[in-house]
């Protein structure tokens, strides 16, 4: 197991899913783990009573917070960027607001916060932002903006890289396909029709995608950056 005693860690949208799985393997490694969450306080609690990380309630999407809360924490060793949502459905009929609030959440939130934390971050830190496989396809019809928000990170990962290279900071996209949670569970309506794109047809677990944002951010991830590290059973095979 990667050691990341001592490690200053915050992970956004950690009281749930992908997010809560990595609080917990960080957590579990020895590392000083905070976590951002909006509106799930008893998961957040729940989660804190569990792992001994800290919850501090910010929504990603007020930017100014968001900003804050990032810069509160000091030097960062490690900022996973994960809080997500997702709107799908008929572009035609779906709200523009909704559509604006997951951009906000889903790009805005986490360029802000990766620059933010890149302030004090020193040399060798690591920025990870969990974006999707639907930022290379999007195999069924309904998730464009969703798509653009997970194509959108990839084009900050690859910029951000080269920003923060000259200080070995690593900047990575961590890609998941279908993935146990909330947002896409394995027993939910839409399971099935996720799983039939798979070659693997299961849901991924959420501590399959905390174990790869543990070797990113770990001594043997030094030399990753810049890339889109897909997780997806196959999807895109
Ligand atoms: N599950 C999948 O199949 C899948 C596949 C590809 C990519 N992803 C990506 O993985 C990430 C996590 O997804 P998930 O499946 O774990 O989703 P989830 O089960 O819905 O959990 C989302 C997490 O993000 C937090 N969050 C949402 N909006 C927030 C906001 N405005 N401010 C702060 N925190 C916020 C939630 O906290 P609160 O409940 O406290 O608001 C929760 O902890 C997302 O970026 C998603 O797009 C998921």
Same mark, same amino acid.
């Given at each position: 197991m990667d050691d990341f005693t001592g490690k200053n860690i915050l992970v956004l949208g950690g009281s749930r899913g992908?997010?809560? +799985? $990595? /609080? *917990?393997r960080f957590a579990k490694g020895g590392g000083k783990v905070a976590f951002t969450y909006a509106g799930s306080k008893d998961a957040a609690e729940a989660l804190t009573g569990e792992t001994r990380a800290e919850a501090i309630r910010t929504d990603s999407a007020d930017r100014d917070a968001l900003i804050a809360t990032v810069a509160s924490r000091g030097a960062l060793d490690v900022l996973v960027a994960n809080a997500g949502t997702l709107v799908m459905?008929?572009?035609?009929?779906?709200?523009? !607001? #909704? @559509?604006? &609030?997951?951009?906000?959440?889903? /790009?805005? #939130?986490?360029? &802000?916060?990766a620059v933010e934390a #890149?302030?004090?971050?020193? !040399?060798?830190?690591? $920025?990870?932002v969990i974006?999707?496989?639907?930022?290379?396809?999007?195999?069924?019809?309904?998730?464009?903006?969703? +798509?653009?928000?997970?194509? +959108? /990170?990839?084009?900050? /990962? *690859?910029?951000?890289? *080269?920003?923060f290279g000259d200080r070995a900071i690593t900047v990575n996209?961590?890609?998941?396909?279908p993935t146990d949670s909330d947002m896409n569970p394995a027993n939910g309506p839409m399971a099935e029709f996720m799983r039939s794109f798979m070659a693997i047809k299961r &849901? $991924?677990?959420? !501590?399959e995608i905390a174990e790869l944002a543990a070797y990113i951010a770990g001594p043997h991830g030094a030399m990753m950056t810049g890339a889109? &590290?897909? @997780?997806?059973?196959?999807m895109g095979a």
């Open positions: 992908i997010g809560a +799985a $990595i /609080v *917990r459905g008929d572009p035609l009929t779906l709200e523009a !607001d #909704a @559509i604006d &609030h997951m951009i906000d959440v889903n /790009v805005r #939130a986490p360029y &802000h916060a #890149a302030r004090k971050m020193p !040399d060798n830190g690591r $920025i990870i974006g999707s496989v639907n930022g290379d396809f999007m195999p069924f019809p309904g998730g464009a903006a969703y +798509a653009l928000t997970k194509s +959108a /990170v990839q084009g900050m /990962v *690859r910029g951000l890289a *080269r920003d996209c961590i890609q998941p396909g &849901h $991924i677990r959420t !501590d889109m &590290h897909t @997780i997806d059973g196959g």
